[in-house]
């Protein structure tokens, strides 16, 4: 498949993840601000490389995958990473929304703005039947953020032995399309 060139929200670049972006990945992933809801904590720096290769072997097989996201006037500036990627949550496989963002960028709508693009994505030009967010219970932030995107709950995920199963959210094409008709109407 084509690769999906990068994209521009009205803040941001997303672009495919490179290994030059290890650092910044290894910036983001390895904090312990940004792990406070992650049960494995903070990831090593091999950890985050294995990651970074994982995303660009996805982008490569499948045309896209997720972003460095960055700002539009500062494109060597990473803010964070997230968007889609097929993934599987235990038995089951789907479209995952992700999203990890530096900490000064929280709070400021980033996450949101990639996500919509990410959402626009997925429905409109992949035509992909679901979306799929998984997040931990007590990390409230990121369930409202799901919510907001018009995920709703539908399912637990019993991934971490001796703890609370993570939340499952999903968005279906037709719930999404209905509020966001393809351009055309067709």
Same mark, same amino acid.
């Given at each position: 498949?084509?690769?999906?060139?990068?994209?521009?929200?009205?803040?941001?670049?997303?672009?495919?993840?490179?290994?030059?972006?290890?650092?910044?990945?290894?910036?983001?992933?390895?904090?312990?601000?940004?792990?406070?809801?992650?049960?494995?904590?903070?990831?090593?720096?091999?950890?985050?490389?294995?990651?970074?290769?994982?995303?660009?072997?996805?982008?490569?097989?499948?045309?896209?995958?997720?972003?460095?996201?960055?700002? @539009?006037?500062?494109?060597?500036?990473?803010?964070?990473?997230?968007?889609?990627?097929?993934?599987?949550?235990?038995?089951?496989?789907?479209?995952?929304?992700?999203? @990890?963002?530096?900490?000064?960028?929280?709070?400021?709508?980033?996450?949101?703005?990639?996500?919509?693009?990410?959402?626009?994505?997925?429905?409109?030009?992949?035509?992909?039947?679901?979306?799929?967010?998984?997040?931990?219970?007590?990390?409230?932030?990121?369930?409202?953020?799901?919510?907001?995107?018009?995920?709703?709950?539908?399912?637990?995920?019993?991934?971490?032995?001796?703890?609370?199963?993570?939340?499952?959210?999903?968005?279906?094409?037709?719930?999404?399309?209905?509020?966001?008709?393809?351009?055309?109407?067709?």
């Amino acid at each position: 498949m084509r690769p999906v060139p990068p994209l521009y929200t009205p803040r941001l670049l997303l672009r495919m993840p490179t290994l030059a972006d290890l650092d910044a990945v290894h910036s983001i992933h390895g904090d312990p601000e940004t792990n406070r809801f992650n049960p494995n904590g903070a990831a090593s720096r091999d950890a985050c490389r294995d990651k970074v290769q994982g995303w660009i072997e996805h982008w490569r097989q499948q045309g896209f995958g997720y972003w460095a996201l960055c700002r @539009r006037e500062r494109p060597e500036e990473i803010l964070g990473f997230g968007g889609i990627m097929d993934s599987r949550f235990g038995e089951r496989t789907g479209l995952n929304l992700y999203f @990890r963002l530096a900490v000064p960028a929280w709070g400021q709508g980033y996450a949101n703005e990639m996500a919509t693009a990410a959402l626009e994505l997925a429905f409109h030009r992949l035509q992909r039947p679901a979306v799929i967010g998984l997040v931990r219970p007590d990390n409230l932030p990121s369930r409202r953020a799901l919510e907001r995107l018009g995920l709703s709950l539908y399912g637990e995920l019993e991934d971490f032995p001796d703890l609370a199963p993570s939340l499952l959210y999903r968005l279906d094409a037709e719930d999404y399309l209905a509020h966001h008709p393809r351009p055309g109407g067709a």
